[in-house]
């Protein structure tokens, strides 16, 4: 039967088809003869080297039994490749937003910001092939607290017998809170500076100033707080110090009544020329030196091309007044108003609101009662005339639907505005059927075809109650939730926060947003005002000193060794005047100046 399907084959194929195959078939035969003769001449060579085997083995057999020789076995794990030990560090949260930690001092020695920080230094002290990879992730954000820890990191920098190059790894350097003492300020400021001499890879610096230093402790008998170092020219002398050329990210503190903070300031962003964010939150220092006059005028021009995000105060009213006449930012996004005192700088947006997508009215959090709602509706009406490509705007009100009507009275429509977001009161709590009845509110005394004012915004509109970071509405952005009934919960600030399609609310509270149908609380809320917003329970008066941090006020530590933060508690004495209604009108924490600063030598 094959035969015959072959001859039926053949028949069915032209002889020079079989005439190629049959010259293909003969090659392959050829070559199949030739690797065979090659691997025969090989055989010989095969059987000696197996003789030559059996024979190495019978003399290492003996040779073992001779001299009770044991070859070592390599027991050695394979090293993992660099992805996948990033993959581990990830999963282990090593490397956190900055938004998530608070770094304050008075927090203690066990803060979430200090644990993470040990957590950090014991993967480094996990094995060696871990040392380099979690080096890199404690190194890359350098918070520094003390001013010993200038001088620890500076020596550590300078180090020639390390035999590794730390600076390299530092990418971001953030001053929280940190005080200088007047006999140590001269080495630390050179200490800060070779810091970022040596730091060639930095791409972040940042200063959030000490509280005593706007609260006006410095000022006081016997103040040994040093305030010189926040002065415009020494904040302009190390941030230029061989960085500035580097930087991507900027905050500093910008003196409110300093137009020489302004020159100072101008030097700096001339030479910042890859600045992408740049934060000036303000500075409120009292009783300075008298300052010459200064006219801003006679400052040239300056272009940061690059700048796509801003965030400043309307208090600093001299950079107000220079940035919109003699600053050019044809890149800017982003602008965050600081303490919004309900005056937006309408000049500043007609010269740089064209590209802007992004508008952030910050409220003062600490004071809610400082909060002009009233003068805001002339800033909304303007408003889409000059940032006509805005697609998230954040405000401060007390009506959804008295926002509504500003927008529709507006000239110009803001067609692509996605995103509204409502700060609230931190001591107020909502509900999410205010949103809907807010716009029904506006639809019942409006024309529903004027919703054409902001097409795209649908009823996107969020309810922000907590106070505690200037980028909340970024942190928890709405395109963060893929459906209106998931809920996000993340931490800011040691501060567990619950993100939902309507609202942003600290966790604690976050349970009594959500009233049943049936309960009494449901039926209390139906007030005229559909924005109608119940007070919050009593807030907790938990002094500021835990029981942590008043026992350790006896220890004393370096940055050196790594020593926990130092404490000492308040006088018995200042305690009782402070809860006897003495001083009210000055912070708490201004009182005690010694607890946030490191022990620098406490022998005598």
């Known amino acids: 039967m094959e035969h015959n399907a072959v001859l039926v ?27 065979t003769a090659r691997l025969n001449a090989l055989m010989p060579e095969l059987q000696t080297l197996r003789k030559d085997n059996v024979e190495f083995r019978g003399a290492l057999k003996f040779f073992v039994r001779q001299t009770q020789f044991v070859p070592g076995i390599d027991r050695s794990p394979s090293e993992l490749p660099a992805e996948v030990v990033s993959v581990v560090f990830d999963e282990l949260a090593l490397i956190t937003p900055s938004y998530e930690y608070n770094p304050d001092v008075h927090l203690g020695p066990h803060s979430p910001f200090k644990d993470h920080v040990r957590f950090q230094k014991g993967l480094t002290l996990l094995c060696k092939r871990w040392w380099e990879p979690a080096t890199q992730a404690l190194y890359k954000r350098v918070v520094i607290r003390h001013m010993g820890q200038i ?4 020596r550590t920098l300078s180090a020639t017998d390390a035999g590794y190059d730390f600076s390299s790894l530092v990418k971001d350097i953030a001053l929280h809170e940190c005080a200088l003492l007047k006999p140590f300020s001269d080495v630390v400021l050179e200490d800060l500076r070779l810091i970022l001499r040596r730091c060639k890879t930095l791409q972040s610096f940042s200063m959030v100033p000490h509280f005593n230093y706007s609260s006006g402790v410095w000022q006081w008998l016997g103040s040994a707080l040093d305030v010189s170092w926040m ?68 400052l040239p021009v300056l272009s940061v091309s690059g700048l796509n995000e801003l965030q400043f105060s309307t208090r600093c009213c001299y950079f107000t007044d220079w940035a919109t006449s003699y600053l050019q930012l044809p890149s800017l996004t982003s602008l965050t108003l600081l303490d919004y005192d309900a005056h937006i700088p309408i000049p500043f947006l007609v010269a740089h609101g064209g590209r802007l997508t992004y508008l952030h009215c910050y409220p003062p959090g600490n004071n809610p009662d400082r909060w002009q709602i009233s003068s805001f ?12 490509m805005i697609e998230h ?32 009161h931190s001591t107020r709590l909502t509900r999410q059927r205010v949103i809907e009845l807010s716009f029904n509110r506006y639809d019942a005394t409006t024309a529903r075809a004027n919703r054409e004012k902001f097409p795209a915004l649908d009823e996107n509109v969020r309810f922000l109650s907590y106070h505690g970071h200037s980028d909340l509405p970024k942190i928890c952005h709405p395109s963060a ?84 933060d130092s404490y000492e508690p308040v006088s018995e004495g200042l305690d009782v005047q402070l809860q006897s209604g003495l001083y009210t009108t000055l912070p708490l924490w201004a009182f005690n100046e010694r607890w946030d600063l490191e022990a620098v030598d406490s022998r005598p």
């Open 377 to 388: 509706d002339y800033g909304l009406r303007e408003l889409a005339g000059v940032t006509p």
């Open 151 to 154: 001088s620890a990191l500076a």
């Open 481 to 564: 939730l893929c459906t209106d009934d998931e809920t996000r919960v993340l931490s800011i600030r040691d501060v567990c926060v619950v993100q939902t399609s309507w609202c942003v609310r600290a966790n604690e509270a976050f349970a009594e947003l959500h009233e049943k149908p049936n309960s009494a609380t449901a039926a209390s809320d139906e007030e005229e005002d559909p924005d109608f917003v119940p007070e919050d329970d009593e807030e907790d008066r938990t002094s500021w000193i835990s029981e942590d941090a008043s026992d350790s006020g006896s220890e004393t530590g370096s940055a050196d060794n790594g020593g926990e």
């Open 9 to 35: 084959e053949l028949v069915g194929r032209s002889l020079d088809d079989i005439a190629q195959e049959l010259a293909t078939l003969r090659c392959e035969k050829s070559a199949l003869e030739g690797e």
């Open 231 to 298: 002065a415009p020219g020494s904040l302009r002398s190390f941030v230029c110090e061989g960085s500035a050329t580097r930087l991507l990210h900027l905050e500093l503190p910008l003196a409110t009544d300093s137009p020489s903070a302004i020159v100072e300031l101008h030097h700096i962003l001339s030479q910042a020329t890859r600045l992408l964010s740049l934060r000036l939150p303000p500075l409120y220092l009292q009783n300075m030196e008298d300052e010459p006059p200064i006219a801003l005028s006679t």
């Open 393 to 424: 705007l954040i405000v401060c009100t007390r009506l959804v639907s008295k926002v509504l009507h500003e927008l529709n009275y507006a000239k110009q429509p803001l067609l692509h505005l996605r995103h509204l977001d409502v700060w609230l």
